[in-house]
C-alpha cells in the first residue's frame, strides 16, 4: 500500500501518527466512530455506550454555527474543546466537521437559510477574491474556526478536520459549483496551515455517495496535495460498489472512511468494501435508521476497533 506523509508541511508527531493509524486500519479495522452536536457535550458517545457496551473509538463534534443554547450553538466551543481534549488524553480519535456560515451571513445562523442555501455565481467568485469586501468577511469566519483548532493543537491534539462536506450536493452554500468548490477549498487550507500555521490536521475530504442530485466525485476533488484521506457521507443504505470504486480511485492509497452514516454498513457490505478505514455514526439519524441489535452487531464485528482497541492501534502516547 502507498503511504503518504501528511499533506501539511511540518506536521506534527500526533497528526503523523494519526495518518499512520488511518492507513494501518485500512483494510484490516474499522474504526468505530459517533458524532455529537455540540449542545450535547458528548452525549451520543455515551449513548452508543450503553447499547452496545462499548466506547467508539472516534469522538466527533462540530465547531457550531447557531445561537447559544441551541443544538449547534457556538456557546459550547469552550466546553467541547475541553471535551475533545479529555477524550484524546484516552486515547480515542477527534474528528471536527464544519458546517461553516455562509459568507453573506454572521453567525450565528439557523441551519436551514445560514448554512443550507444558496451562493450565486457572482458571490462565490467574490468570496474567492482577495480583495473584496465579502472575501474578507470569509477570513473572518475562518478565522473563529482556527481558534477552536489551534486551541487543540496548543493541547497537542491531532484532528481529523471535515470542513465544506458533501460539496457534490446542492444544499449547502459550498456546493454544486465544483471549480469554485476546488478553489475554495484551498484557500481554506492556504488559510488555516499558510497564515494560521496549523500543523495538527489531517484533512478529510468527504463528499455525498452519488444518488439523487449530488455528482460524481472528481469534479470536486481538490487535489492530492490539500488531502490526506477521503471519505463518503452516506444514508438510507446507499453502499452501492461503484461508490467505493470511485473513491478509491481517487484516494490512490490513501484511506478512506465513511464520513457520516445513517444506515449501518452490514457484514455483506464489509466483506465486499474491505478497505473503510472508519465510520461517524450521524445523531438521531443512526438510532432512527437502525435497531439496537444492528448497531451491536457492527460493533462486535471482527474488523471493528472500539476504544479498548486503540491502544494497540495508535501509536502516540495519551497524557
Request: hydrophobic content about 40%; aromatic content about 12%; overall charge negative.
Amino acid at each position: 500500500m502507498n503511504r503518504y506523509a501528511p499533506v501539511t508541511p511540518s506536521a506534527t508527531p500526533g497528526a503523523h501518527d494519526l495518518l499512520d493509524l488511518l492507513y494501518r486500519l485500512s483494510g484490516r479495522g474499522l474504526l468505530t466512530g459517533q458524532h455529537n452536536q455540540p449542545a450535547h457535550g458528548s452525549a451520543w458517545t455515551h449513548k452508543l455506550e450503553k447499547i452496545t457496551g462499548r466506547t467508539p473509538g472516534l469522538w466527533g463534534q462540530e465547531v457550531g454555527f447557531s445561537a447559544p443554547g441551541t443544538l449547534d450553538g457556538v456557546d459550547r466551543r469552550g466546553p467541547n474543546i475541553a471535551e475533545a481534549v479529555a477524550w484524546d488524553r484516552r486515547g480515542a480519535v477527534i474528528t471536527y466537521t464544519w458546517h461553516a456560515v455562509c459568507p453573506l451571513d454572521d453567525e450565528p445562523v439557523e441551519f436551514e437559510g445560514g448554512v443550507v442555501r444558496d451562493l450565486a455565481p457572482a458571490d462565490f467568485d467574490a468570496v474567492l477574491d482577495p480583495g473584496s469586501p465579502l472575501h474578507q468577511r470569509w477570513q473572518a469566519q475562518v478565522d473563529v474556526a482556527a481558534v477552536v483548532l489551534r486551541r487543540l493543537a496548543a493541547a497537542g491534539v491531532p484532528v481529523m478536520w471535515r470542513p465544506y462536506h458533501e460539496m457534490n450536493g446542492d444544499w449547502f452554500w459550498w456546493g454544486g459549483q465544483p471549480e469554485r468548490f476546488v478553489a475554495l477549498w484551498r484557500q481554506l487550507y492556504d488559510r488555516l496551515v499558510g497564515h494560521h500555521g496549523l500543523t495538527n490536521l489531517i484533512w478529510v475530504w468527504s463528499p455525498n455517495a452519488v444518488y439523487d442530485s449530488a455528482a460524481p466525485f472528481e469534479p470536486y476533488f481538490p487535489g492530492p496535495d490539500v488531502v490526506d484521506v477521503l471519505a463518503v457521507d452516506t444514508y438510507g443504505g446507499h453502499y452501492e460498489p461503484a461508490n467505493y470504486e470511485a473513491l478509491l480511485d481517487l484516494a490512490d492509497g490513501r484511506p478512506i472512511g465513511l464520513g457520516e452514516v445513517g444506515t449501518l454498513p452490514d457484514p455483506e457490505v464489509l466483506a465486499d468494501q474491505p478497505r473503510w478505514a472508519w465510520f461517524l455514526g450521524w445523531p438521531g439519524v443512526l438510532t432512527d435508521a437502525n435497531d439496537e441489535d444492528t448497531i451491536r452487531a457492527l460493533y462486535e464485528h471482527p474488523r471493528a476497533v472500539t476504544l479498548d482497541a486503540l491502544p494497540s492501534w495508535r501509536p502516540y502516547p495519551a497524557d
